[in-house]
Each structure stands twice: as C-alpha cells, then as structure tokens.
T-cell receptor
Framework: KAGVTQTPRYLIKTRGQQVTLSCSPI?????VSWYQQTPGQGLQFLFE???????NKGNFPGRFSGRQFSNSRSEMNVSTLELGDSALYLC???????????FGPGTRLTVT | LAKTTQPISMDSYEGQEVNITCSHN???????ITWYQQFPSQGPRFIIQ???TKVTNEVASLFIPADRKSSTLSLPRVSLSDTAVYYC???????????????FGKGTKLSVKP
C-alpha cells in the first residue's frame, strides 16, 4: 500500500498570505488528522476529519481550517499567516484503529 | 486520553537493550497503549500497541503489568539509527465515529552512542 503523501514538502510564504496544504491518506483510511510541530510546542493536534466531517478540533485560532473530500483526501488552509505559523505540518490517516495512525512526511512551512 | 509520563531523555550504546517506561496511572478499562517513534523532520511512525501482558513485533516488545498503570517499550540491541524521540500514548482504539484526538506529550529522546 502506498503511504500517506503530503504536498508540497516545502513552502516559503510571507506574513499575511494564505497557504493550502494537501494530504492523501492511505487507501481505505477514512480518518485524516492534522498536526503542527514546532521545537517549542512539540506535536499539537489541529483537527481530524472523518467522512468529510470535522470530528475533532484542537486549540488553534480560526485562521486554521481544513476540509476532507469524498475520496478522503484532505486539505488544510492557514489564512493571514504569522511568523509563528512556521512549523512542520503533519498529516496522519487511520483506519479502524484510531491509535494506529500513519503519518506523512510533512510540509515544512516557513513564514518570513 | 489518559495522561502519560515518560523520561525526557535517555542515553544508550550500540548493541544494548533499551527500556523506556511510561506511567499512565489513570488508564481506563478500554484504553490501549501505543508507542510511536519519530526521527528529526519526519512524521511519527507507529511502533507497537498492546492492552496487557506482552506484545512483540519485529521492531520492539511492549511489556504491560497486570495493573496496567505503566508500560515498558523494549528495544533489543539498539543501533545508531534508533536515535529518535519515542512517544507513549494511551486511549481507546478507534470505533467508527468516536471522539477524541491523539495527544502527544514531549516524548523520550533516545540517544544511541557508538
């Protein structure tokens, strides 16, 4: 089976811009979760989508949003970028076993 | 998800067995214990999951005592490539439509030296 893929792998944006990141889960996985990882805060949960519905949401401002398509592919969007949004954004998919998540390689976002 | 406590860091040498212990005093009856490994600039990788006693796979073993208030991840004969952060998570296995998200703590940074 192909693993979780994320595009793009690297991104440089300017403050105030917006960005869209994409995630393709493992075939058959219906749950997709997004995480932000920074050296200071570690791995923080952003949100989870299941069957095109946001099922869970972490403690992030409304500038962070996401969606899931009928084929389980997911996108996350960050509007009005701030310097503090610079991070590694990770997507993970899971099947029946929620605790068994499979992570993609991540998108490294740098905001200047 | 039950709160977990694990050491911030550990050092080892190549060829040694490494045991990383995780405390989860408030584990619930339906909770499973899961461990992930993360290398720098990569996503975490699922290593092993268990409910009680002992689970072994090609990568590691997981020991869970009868009271399930702690668990130990055992890595046999580590090599330099096992240098990574190891996370312990505790929670329900998935049920379609269940709520709750994974909460990763700080993890244990394992450094393997030659």
């Amino acid at each position: 089976k192909a693993g979780v893929t994320q595009t793009p792998r690297y991104l440089i944006k300017t403050r105030g811009q917006q960005v869209t990141l994409s995630c393709s889960p493992i075939s058959g996985h219906r749950s997709v979760s997004w995480y932000q990882q920074t050296p200071g805060q570690g791995l923080q949960f952003l949100f989870e989508y299941f069957s095109e519905t946001q099922r869970n949401k972490g403690n992030f401002p409304g500038r962070f949003s996401g969606r899931q398509f009928s084929n389980s592919r997911s996108e996350m969007n960050v509007s009005t970028l701030e310097l503090g949004d610079s991070a590694l954004y990770l997507c993970a998919s899971s099947g029946v076993k929620k605790l068994e998540q499979y992570f993609g390689p991540g998108t490294r976002l740098t905001v200047t | 998800l039950a709160k977990t406590t694990q050491p911030i860091s550990m050092d080892s040498y190549e060829g040694q067995e490494v045991n990383i212990t995780c405390s989860h005093n408030n584990i619930a009856t339906n909770d499973y214990i899961t461990w992930y490994q993360q290398f720098p600039s990569q996503g975490p990788r699922f290593i092993i999951q268990g409910y009680k006693t002992k689970v072994t796979n090609e990568v590691a073993s997981l020991f869970i005592p009868a009271d399930r208030k702690s668990s130990t991840l055992s890595l046999p004969r580590v090599s330099l490539s096992d240098t990574a952060v190891y996370y312990c998570l505790v929670g329900d296995t998935a049920i379609w439509g269940s709520q709750g998200n994974l909460i990763f703590g700080k993890g244990t940074k394992l450094s393997v030296k030659p």
